[in-house]
């Protein structure tokens, strides 16, 4: 059985930083990108970043793009997701998300049950 | 980056009834690489279609997705109690991806 488990999420200050981890189980890591995916507080989905299988291709979203760094360990089994400077607009349960091979750009396949980043003073 | 406008905002309808949610992408979706996920309060989304029209693993057949181009539908064909929910759609055809805004089905 798939399991996404992430974890780090908490309340920072603006312009502080948080790193998020997602532990992965149940599937051969390193075959899939893998995403991470917000949702602000009673709004819709947003795709923030993703990582290829091997880490050789990257993308971030361009509200994020500068401040945050994906990378993974796959001999961990392990996602991150490194936030800088963070502002308010960034508070969001933060999900992690496998796709369903090992190419960016794609649907998401199975989801963690998220952990939330609050950015405030 | 290509925007996903999902309608109606809000659907009311009862149980054993055929609900059609609509999603229009501001540009046409390359070899519709269009998904639909279900998300329920306090839960992760759920994948239901990808490829405009393939099922999803456990995904019950009620559940059928259609269209092309710039034009997607999602279709449930007999509401069940469990079907109420969030509705989002999902093209990954071009960088970035990106989501509709959702449509929430609710009971009638």
């Known amino acids: 059985e798939v399991q996404l488990v992430e974890s780090g999420g908490g309340l920072v200050q603006p312009g502080r930083s948080l790193r998020l981890s997602c532990a992965a189980s149940g599937f051969t890591f390193d075959d899939y990108a893998m995403h991470w995916v917000r949702q602000a507080p009673g709004k819709g989905l947003e795709w923030v970043s993703g990582i290829s299988w091997n880490s050789g291709s990257i993308g971030y979203a361009d509200s994020v793009k500068g401040r945050f760094t994906i990378s993974r360990d796959n001999a961990k089994n392990s996602l991150y997701l490194q936030m800088n400077s963070l502002r308010a607009e960034d508070t969001a349960l933060y999900y992690c998300?496998?796709?369903?091979?090992?190419?960016?750009?794609?649907?998401?396949?199975?989801w963690g049950q998220g952990t939330l980043v609050t950015v405030s003073s | 980056e290509i925007v996903l406008t999902q309608s109606p905002g809000t659907l009311s309808l009862s149980p054993g009834e055929r609900a059609t949610l609509s999603c229009r992408a501001s540009?046409?979706?390359?070899?519709?690489?269009l998904a639909w996920y279900q998300q329920k309060p306090g839960q992760a989304p759920r994948l239901l279609i990808y490829g405009a029209s393939s099922r999803a693993t456990g995904i019950p057949d009620r559940f059928s997705g259609s269209g092309s181009g710039t034009d997607f539908t999602l279709t449930i064909s007999r509401l069940e109690p469990e079907d109420f929910a969030v509705y989002y759609c999902q093209q990954y055809g071009s960088s970035p991806v990106t989501f509709g805004q959702g449509t929430k089905l609710e009971i009638k």
């Open positions: 998300a496998k796709g369903p091979a090992a190419v960016l750009r794609d649907y998401f396949d199975y």
């Open positions: 540009q046409s979706v390359s070899s519709s690489y």
